[in-house]
């Protein structure tokens, strides 16, 4: 059985899901899974789909046509059909910090992220052996004012070159410019605190610290070319209160990282994200 994933987003209409799933049937499919959302305010309908199909990829491929001429067209869909079971390609965008490498590649080796990691790139030399203890090649390609254009060229070949479907940038301190991300339009990942844009520059936490703050996040967002302010994808957060110190703040700041992070990533791989007005519909 061939399992594949329908993300639909359309503006709302009666009889969308009965339209959708009848199709599916009457080209013997079975829907095992389905969820969906109305914006009552934008009018908009937003719908995640699971069915299994015993087909090769050939009748799937006429099935996405008959289904895009047949029923999207008709309903003004914006539409994707993913194979369920095909690894997507991620590479991982590092510099310094080692807590996001180290959490994101133990949760691939034990199995928890379904995907492949053909290659991890870094402006620095110091996480190359954490990438070598997990027998993933490392790429080091060093960024700076004047050769952030060149670097820029270099990373996007070695992506190309290893059929990346998307980036985690897992603490990577280097400003993408808007051409890289148009390249990956809702493909990029980033994790950062959630202490913007109260507490900006290279010592947040102190700064949160001093300012004698009770919550510590973390947010990961889709990267657009409006630094930060990408759809957002999960967030978390944690209490802390006088009795902790900086070391304190960090290491829960750190920890909310990891784990937003790995949600963020989870979501975006079974895909379970439609974006939308630079908002996101998470399906459960």
Known sequence: MKKTTLLINCPDKKGIIATVTNFIL???GNTVYIEQHVDRELK???M???CEFDQDEEKLTLFKESFNTNVAKDYNMHWKMYNTEKKPKMALF???YDHCLYDILGRHASGELKVKIPIII???KDLKSIADAFNIPFKHIPVTKTTKKEAETQQLELLKEHKIDFIVLA???QILSPNFVDQFPHKIINIHHSFLPAFPGAKPY???YKRGVKIIGATSHYVTSDLD???IIEQEIVRVSHIHNVRDFILKGRDLEKIVLSRAIKHHIERKVLVYNNKTVIFS
């Open 26 to 28: 009457s080209k013997k």
């Open 44 to 46: 908009e309908f937003f």
């Open 48 to 50: 995640r789909l699971e």
């Open 94 to 96: 590092v510099s310094k």
């Open 122 to 124: 870094s402006n620095h």
């Open 171 to 173: 603490r990577y301190m």
């Open 206 to 208: 102190h700064s949160a």
């Open 229 to 231: 302010e990408g759809p």
